[in-house]
């Protein structure tokens, strides 16, 4: 649903900029009396989820089927049956079409039927607005902009409001956004200070305000915009609104009895609306071997049509043939220009072979990857006690795509890691402070008790800690509130939406500084002798990812003014004066290498015309409607400018269970892993080493700020550098290796490191570099590397390198993890995405194409469910292309004995039944409940699936097989039955079988051979198994007898009639039929024969060499130490 007010009409719903601004009379009243109030035109709050409506549904369903070429290649043979006399009924290729549309438009259908139920209980939930100081309750969808909403506590928002008033005396109220990012954690939302004291019906409807703010767009945590509000007899009073003014609809409300908030988007025009944009669709390789085998077969069925035309005109040539006594031409026929004749005969032999492009694959493959989907779900291994879900499933279109990765970009933090920080360390001015005690680097508390320890001095202590305490978005949960100030600290729990913050404010505690929460704009936080301090919270310059800072400026009880502020080394570090690095520097370096988080801390004090100045400019920036962001951010570079540094903080966040091991399984799987991550790269490197993505004798080659040097030469070295690495590792790659990209034999492991700025210098060169082929160099090294770890890494760099990979030569398939928001951008860039449910938030899981609780859980995702859904599906496709060239092949040769005259072989009712009832249940059972390998052999043997890499089974090498097979196949079933029409009295009182007996021997052999066939291949039975194969196989004896056994009066000629059953009757019939299957599928069994005792043999020959190496190990007199060092080393 459009908006009438938008300014430009050609911006679309998802575009983040939007040019224009909206004014919103708050409770729908004009600023003045005199003032004729006009309703504004604006987007109602219903939400529309659903793609269709009773009307457009069957036009608009039908139109997107038959825009797929199978669909509308057999819509157009349907047309050609029934416009031309064609040797078949137009029933045959009609009916397997219509039951391929009518299953696919239910299943639509219902899906869509959902989504308007889903959306019928969202607009039809109640809500309270407040009209002439009285409260009225409305439906959702009824809700207008300008409307004041009332939401009670544990609620959800019916649209996007601006806060105006909460239970609460200090205009504050909580709320999670769980359906809109999946964070749980609450966040902290502000009402403007000139509004707080609206907490009745009446005092809200009192309210006369106006607001002005940017059009509708789709990013969550961005919002411009202002308030002004009007009092009798008074100035306008203007104040600034940002996201933490705004409520966005599908958050909750919590810890708040209720809210006042008006309605400023509704609707399709809601934030969370705009971020229902569709993700591009993702095909796997599996779908385009499907199109690539599609073509062949419709060579070869352009080829037979021809081949039996040309050879009909042949064959007509002479007289006798082309009109027999017995068939003597109409004078139309007569009369029907040749050209005419001929394409008319053509059109008519691709109808009758038309069946050997399998229409029911399409559907069939759909419905083995929904139904495949729900064993991941299911999965209770991968099922996690402490958030109590499960694998999930957000497309099942990509199931085989999980069997044949070749990349895998991951995220560090909270993917590798917990993203559980706990406070490790800090230092003050050089001196360390670790567990209450401050120590001298050079001495250990572990030696003995220290005599002399060095330490800060008392108040640069202090001042460190107070920094923690106030330098942060922390809120309190819980606890008692008795004259103001909190008690039952056992109670409390903090809140915040970054781990960090928590871990260091509980580090703040443990050494004496307690924070206790908020109150009015008042901080206050409880010393190391119990007082209670006191410190007016002035401005908060939050933390961003291009920043990545935070700052806060208070004012203290004596009336001083500081800035505190708290970020990363390389953010803060050029910020403060140069002499005060150097004694913190060793620390943060230190922490890093030992795999730390670290965060540099910094303050500055402010005077009073200071301040002034920093308040005037925030608050004129804050009151911009265009551009504030970028305003923003230049005056808070101006404020952290001059800083003085106080120490640095350390804190842990640690592996993941299984997370080495994880890793360890895929690199033996054949796969690259590579590590992408926004952390410094000393840390970065550590966690590489701890989850044996780096080995000990791993040579790293390193493209770092660092290794760079000064600016004036960083392009030339830069230059200098690729090449060197590149000649190095082309000395250890020989190019006659062949493909190296699955094998890990050689002699000398690479890892190569980056950061983000060396990246950009990359991919970006200047314009006068003199080397513009950075890239593909770049690219053929990483390529070489058995790993590679991108640190510094900005989100939109994480999806350049994912790109760059996706794209080189042979399009590897790419698999991109992570948890965050600022993981989005890989995983939807990738062929596979898949999101961690992480404490990051669930925006990555949201946005990935599969969700797991833990990173562990990627092993068994990949080795077990992928190797499976691959080897299933890529059985079924060449299934199905084997079986419709055993079904079309005799009825090719068929027309050599019919005179080229399209008679079909089969009867109509078997050509249509063969695809849809005959053959499809086995195929479908096969596809979801096979396993050729167990799977905890899959899991524990990860060389495996290196078997199935490259898409190993849809090569044309086996495709071959399979057509090779299925001709060998159809030869054996026409020529079979053929030579034992020889002789045509198969009965010993002398009666002869005709055509139609003919034709039913050969599909009786073909649908037991074809189903038979299916059985030898299916190593795991389950009674399902044994239920279709078997029940298919009775259901087609069945079916025969029942049609041939009844006179239908719908069919004009009966020439099924008693047609099996007196077939059956035969012994020579029988034993033809025994002995055709039988010589059908000996290649097969002589296969599987050669097979099992190929692998006995291995067996064998590997138990021998067990047993001699225990042997040898049992007689072996060398010392254990020695023994276990060597048997490592052969490993």
């Known amino acids: 649903m459009k908006c009438k007010n938008r300014v430009l009409n050609s911006k679309c719903a998802g575009e983040e900029k939007r040019v224009g601004t909206r004014t919103v009379f708050v409770g729908h009243r004009p600023v003045s009396e005199t003032d004729a109030y006009v309703e504004q035109k604006f987007c109602d709050n219903r939400i529309v989820s659903s793609k269709y409506t009773v009307w457009n549904f069957l036009p608009k369903n039908l139109f997107e089927q038959f825009r797929r070429i199978a669909n509308f290649y057999f819509l157009i043979i349907f047309l050609v049956q029934v416009i031309v006399d064609t040797p078949t009924?137009?029933?045959?290729?009609?009916?397997?079409?219509?039951?391929?549309?009518?299953?696919?438009?239910?299943?639509?259908?219902?899906?869509?039927?959902?989504?308007?139920?889903?959306?019928?209980?969202?607009?039809?939930?109640?809500?309270?607005?407040?009209?002439?100081?009285?409260?009225?309750?409305?439906?959702?969808?009824?809700?207008?902009?300008?409307?004041i909403v009332e939401v009670k506590a544990d609620e959800t928002f019916p649209c996007d409001l601006i806060f105006l008033a909460s239970s609460n005396d200090d205009g504050i109220c909580y709320v999670t956004t769980a359906s809109l990012d999946g964070e749980s954690n609450f966040k902290t939302h502000y009402a403007v200070r000139d509004t707080t004291g609206l907490q009745t019906d009446d005092d809200i409807d009192s309210l006369t305000a106006t607001i002005e703010c940017e059009q509708p767009q789709p990013d969550l945590y961005k919002f411009v915009g202002r308030i002004n509000i009007y009092r009798s007899n008074q100035e306008p009073v203007a104040r600034s609104l940002g996201p933490e003014n705004l409520l966005l609809k599908g958050s909750t409300l919590k810890n708040t009895k209720k809210i006042y908030g008006v309605a400023v988007y509704t609707g399709m025009e809601t934030k969370m609306a705009l971020n229902y944009q569709g993700k591009s669709q993702k095909r796997s390789a599996v779908e385009k071997s499907i199109n690539a085998f599609l073509v062949v077969y419709l060579c070869i069925l352009v080829s037979?049509?021809?081949?039996?035309?040309?050879?009909?005109?042949?064959?007509?040539?002479?007289?006798f043939n082309d009109e027999p006594w017995y068939n003597q031409k109409t004078i139309k026929e007569r009369d029907t220009f040749k050209i005419l004749r001929m394409f008319t005969d053509f059109l008519s032999f691709m109808v009758l072979f038309n069946f050997i492009i399998p229409v029911s694959m399409y559907v069939t493959v759909e419905m083995q990857k929904f139904l495949g989907s729900f064993f991941i779900a299911w999965d209770k291994e991968m099922y996690d006690e402490e958030i109590k879900e499960g694998a999930l499933v957000n497309t099942s279109d990509l199931n085989e795509e999980l069997g044949q990765v070749e990349y895998v970009f991951t995220d560090k933090t909270g993917t590798l890691t917990e993203n559980s920080m706990k406070f490790i360390e800090c230092c003050i001015d050089g001196h360390k402070y670790k567990d209450g005690i401050s120590e001298v680097d050079g001495f250990s508390h572990t030696d003995g008790p220290l005599r002399y320890y060095g330490k800060a001095e008392k108040c640069r202590e202090e001042l460190f800690l107070r920094a923690l305490c106030l330098c942060h978005t922390v809120q309190i949960k819980g606890g008692d509130n008795v004259d103001g100030l909190r008690v039952n600290q056992e109670c409390w729990t903090y809140i915040s939406s970054s781990p960090d913050e928590i871990a260091l404010v509980k580090g703040a505690k443990k050494y004496g500084f307690t924070f206790l929460g908020h109150e009015a704009d008042y901080m206050k936080v409880q010393n190391q002798k119990n007082e209670i301090e006191k410190y007016q919270l002035l401005h908060v310059l939050n933390f961003d990812p291009v920043r990545r800072r935070m700052s806060v400026i208070v004012k203290t009880s004596t009336g001083k003014f500081l800035l505190f502020c708290k970020g990363a080394d390389s953010s803060i570090f050029p910020r403060v004066q140069q002499d005060e690095i150097q004694q913190t520097k060793v620390h943060v370096e230190r922490n890093a290498m030992d795999g730390y988080r670290t965060l540099c801390v910094a303050f500055k004090e402010l005077t009073q015309e200071d301040y002034k100045k920093i308040n005037d400019q925030l608050s004129e920036a804050k009151m911009a409607l265009q551009d504030r962001e970028e305003k923003m951010a230049r005056i808070f570079d101006d404020i952290e400018a001059d800083m003085h540094l106080i120490g640095a903080t350390a804190v842990e966040d640690r592996l993941q269970e299984h997370a080495a091991e994880t890793i360890e399984a895929?690199?033996?799987?054949?796969?690259?892993?590579?590590?992408?991550?926004?952390?410094?790269?000393?840390?970065?490197?550590?966690?590489?080493?701890?989850?044996?993505?780096?080995?000990?004798?791993?040579?790293?080659?390193?493209?770092?700020?660092?290794?760079?040097?000064?600016?004036?030469?960083?392009?030339?070295?830069?230059?200098?550098?690729?090449?060197?690495?590149?000649k190095k590792l082309l000395q250890d790659f020989p190019k006659n290796s062949g493909k190296l990209k699955r094998s890990w034999t050689v002699s000398q492991e690479y890892g190569l490191i980056i950061d983000g700025s060396t990246l950009s210098l990359i991919l970006n060169p200047s314009q006068d570099s003199s080397s513009s082929n950075y890239k593909s160099i770049f690219l053929q090294i990483c390529l070489k590397c058995t790993s590679v770890l991108c640190c510094r890494m900005a989100p939109l760099q994480k999806a350049q390198i994912v790109r760059m990979v996706k794209n080189t030569k042979g399009n590897p398939i790419t698999l991109s993890i992570g948890d965050g928001a600022n993981d989005v951008s890989m995983i939807l860039e990738a062929h596979v995405g898949i999101g961690i449910k992480g404490k990051e938030g669930r925006q990555a899981a949201r946005n990935s194409d599969y969700a797991v609780p833990k990173f562990k859980h990627l092993r068994k995702l990949l080795l077990a469910h992928g190797h499976l859904y691959?080897?299933?599906?890529?059985?079924?496709?060449?299934?199905?292309?084997?079986?419709?060239?055993?079904?079309?092949?005799?009825?090719?040769?068929?027309?050599?004995?019919?005179?080229?005259?399209?008679?079909?072989?089969?009867?109509?009712?078997?050509?249509?039944?063969?695809?849809?009832?005959?053959?499809?249940?086995?195929?479908?059972?096969?596809?979801?409940?096979?396993?050729?390998?167990?799977?905890?052999?899959?899991?524990s043997d990860p060389r495996l699936y290196m078997k199935i890499s490259d898409n190993a089974m849809l090569q044309w090498k086996p495709f071959l097989y399979w057509t090779f097979l299925g001709s060998f196949e159809g030869l054996v079933f026409f020529f079979g039955v053929y030579f034992l029409f020889q002789n045509s009295s198969l009965e010993h009182n002398g009666k002869v079988f005709g055509n139609w007996t003919f034709g039913t021997i050969v599909f009786t052999v073909l649908v037991f051979t074809v189903t038979l066939k299916l059985a030898l291949?299916?190593?795991?039975?389950?009674?399902?198994?044994?239920?279709?194969?078997?029940?298919?196989?009775?259901?087609?004896?069945?079916?025969?007898?029942?049609?041939?056994?009844?006179?239908?009066?719908?069919?004009?000629?009966?020439?099924?009639?008693?047609?099996?059953?007196?077939?059956?009757?035969?012994?020579?019939?029988?034993?033809?039929?025994?002995?055709?299957?039988f010589i059908s599928l000996s290649p097969e069994i002589l296969l599987v024969v050669f097979k099992n005792a190929k692998r006995k043999n291995h067996q064998k020959k590997l138990s021998n060499r067990k047993a001699s190496d225990s042997l040898s190990s049992r007689r072996s007199v060398r010392p254990l130490l020695l023994r276990t060092f060597s048997d490592e080393s052969n490993v």
């Not at 959902?114 to 019928?120: C, F, Q, S, T, V």
């Not at 044994?1026 to 004009?1052: D, M, Q, R, T």
């Open 1017 to 1077: 291949d299916t190593r795991f039975w389950t009674w399902m198994n044994h239920f279709v194969i078997w029940g298919s196989l009775a259901f087609y004896v069945f079916f025969s007898f029942f049609w041939g056994g009844i006179i239908w009066p719908f069919l004009k000629q009966q020439r099924m009639y008693f047609v099996f059953a007196h077939m059956v009757t035969s012994v020579s019939t029988w034993l033809a039929i025994v002995l055709l299957i």
């Open 870 to 939: 691959y080897v299933r599906i890529a059985h079924l496709v060449q299934y199905f292309f084997y079986k419709n060239l055993c079904f079309i092949l005799p009825q090719f040769l068929y027309q050599f004995f019919c005179g080229f005259s399209q008679q079909p072989l089969y009867d109509a009712a078997y050509l249509t039944m063969y695809n849809i009832c005959f053959t499809s249940l086995p195929i479908l059972a096969y596809s979801l409940l096979e396993q050729h390998i167990n799977i905890e052999t899959l899991t």
């Open 304 to 319: 037979k049509a021809t081949v039996c035309t040309t050879l009909k005109y042949i064959w007509q040539s002479n007289p």
């Open 89 to 147: 009924s137009p029933v045959t290729s009609g009916l397997p079409l219509f039951f391929v549309i009518i299953v696919t438009a239910i299943k639509q259908g219902y899906e869509d039927w959902l989504r308007h139920r889903a959306d019928k209980e969202v607009n039809k939930s109640s809500v309270f607005i407040v009209e002439n100081a009285k409260q009225v309750k409305k439906h959702s969808e009824k809700i207008k902009v300008g409307d």
């Open 666 to 726: 895929l690199q033996t799987a054949g796969m690259k892993v590579w590590v992408l991550t926004g952390d410094k790269m000393e840390t970065a490197k550590s966690t590489c080493y701890a989850s044996r993505l780096f080995q000990t004798n791993t040579e790293l080659l390193e493209l770092t700020t660092k290794t760079m040097g000064d600016s004036d030469r960083k392009e030339e070295r830069l230059h200098e550098l690729l090449l060197e690495y590149h």
